[in-house]
């Protein structure tokens, strides 16, 4: 009974979200197109998700590809500078008062601000688009650690000092272990903002991708297919979200 329930709230969700996007491209706007309209534009890019016929012209798992490679180097380089950055800021005070108003500055800027500058130090798209998704997600990742860090029980500490463990035993026996649940959750935080930016980059780009094809598809008035991108956004945030939440469980109960 419960996975039946399980399996139709979610989907009664869903009928909901698909009765609400009918009433509006059937009483609200004429242009946005209906679901089964979507479908009907859209099926040849689902159906055959990795066909090549042109720069733009392909499969919707081809695209998503394309995009998830750029947030995978993205979020790789922004965890790789976020994760030791947080340890540091969590256990220096010093550090952490001198940093913190920079961060606090830096963590709302925009991607469509960080975009321009990366494409003024790169000159080209691609490292662009990798630095802007790196500056913009790290910064979940940093803020957590340092939290993790600074919620370590001072007995941890204590125990540690006793023992005369080395700095590297206590990082790894103490700090990691006891910050790893904090990490996680701005990992996740962090691949949910990848994944947005990478949108957004390549839409001002116009590199092929999920964002690229979006916005060729507004250019060109084929709103199904923008539809299209954005239920493939959603679709494979979710997944993402769901896989990081795996491998943290699993991580949790090593």
Known sequence: MKRI???LLPLGGVMIVALVWYLTSALV????????????DSKLYVLQPFEKR??????I???????????????????AMATPLGFFLGVSPT????L????????PISPLAWLPLGLIIFRQSEPAALFTIAICSMWPTVINTMSGVQS?????WN??????????????????????????????????????????????TGTPGVGGFLWQEYNSLVYAHILLCIVTIGIVGFVLGRLMGAVESRLRSV
């Not at 798992?61 to 965890?79: H, N, P, Q, T, W």
């Open 29 to 40: 706007s004429k242009d946005l197109p209906s679901p089964w309209k979507t479908w009907q």
């Open 152 to 156: 370590i029980p001072q007995d941890y």
């Open 61 to 79: 798992g081809l695209l998503a590809f394309y995009s998830l490679v750029r947030v995978a180097k993205g979020f790789f380089l922004g965890i």
């Open 159 to 204: 125990v540690a000092k006793v023992l005369r463990l080395s700095p590297f035993k206590t990082f790894t026996r103490v700090l990691a272990p006891a910050a790893l649940p904090h990490i996680f959750t701005g990992y996740r935080l962090s691949l949910g903002i990848a994944w947005l930016v990478i949108v957004a980059s390549e839409m001002l």
């Open 54 to 59: 042109g720069e733009m012209d392909q499969g």
């Open 95 to 98: 550090l952490r008062r001198m």
């Open 5 to 7: 329930r399980n399996f």
């Open 100 to 107: 913190d108003p920079v961060i606090q500055v830096l963590r």
